[in-house]
């Protein structure tokens, strides 16, 4: 059973800065995209950055320009930095594969057991 270990969350205070980053137990092979997903307390999960073979990467309008998404898809590794971070980022932050299926139909989702991340004084 593969799995996503994330690390990184905390306790930090508004302004200051966290690294996620996450990684497969096992190499997964046709990987198309990692993402980072977030939920807050009483709110739906939401995409907060996604990077693809191919199509570059995403933001969500919140945090486009403090938050830099990176990693190695064949290496299943994926990292989140985050600047100037805000109360308002204050949520379980999971880690996401998308691995192409052996006939290339579908796409199979991959979920980290998630990392809080309290912003806070």
């Known amino acids: 059973q593969v799995q996503l270990v994330e690390s990184g969350g905390g306790l930090v205070q508004p302004g200051g800065s966290l690294r996620l980053s996450c990684a497969a137990s096992?190499?997964?092979?046709?990987?198309?995209?990692m993402a980072w997903y977030r939920q807050a307390p009483g709110k739906e999960r939401e995409l907060v950055a996604h990077?693809?073979?191919?199509?570059?990467?995403y933001y969500v309008d919140s945090v486009k320009g403090r938050f830099t998404i990176s990693g190695d898809l064949a290496q299943n590794t994926v990292y989140l930095q985050m600047h100037n971070l805000k109360p308002e980022d204050t949520a379980v932050y999971y880690c996401?594969?998308?691995?192409?299926?052996?006939?290339?139909?579908?796409?199979?989702?991959?979920w980290g057991q998630g990392t809080q991340v309290t912003v806070s004084l």
């Open positions: 996401n594969l998308q691995q192409l299926s052996g006939t290339g139909y579908y796409t199979i989702n991959y």
């Open positions: 096992q190499t997964l092979f046709d990987v198309r995209a």
């Open positions: 990077i693809a073979n191919g199509d570059g990467t």
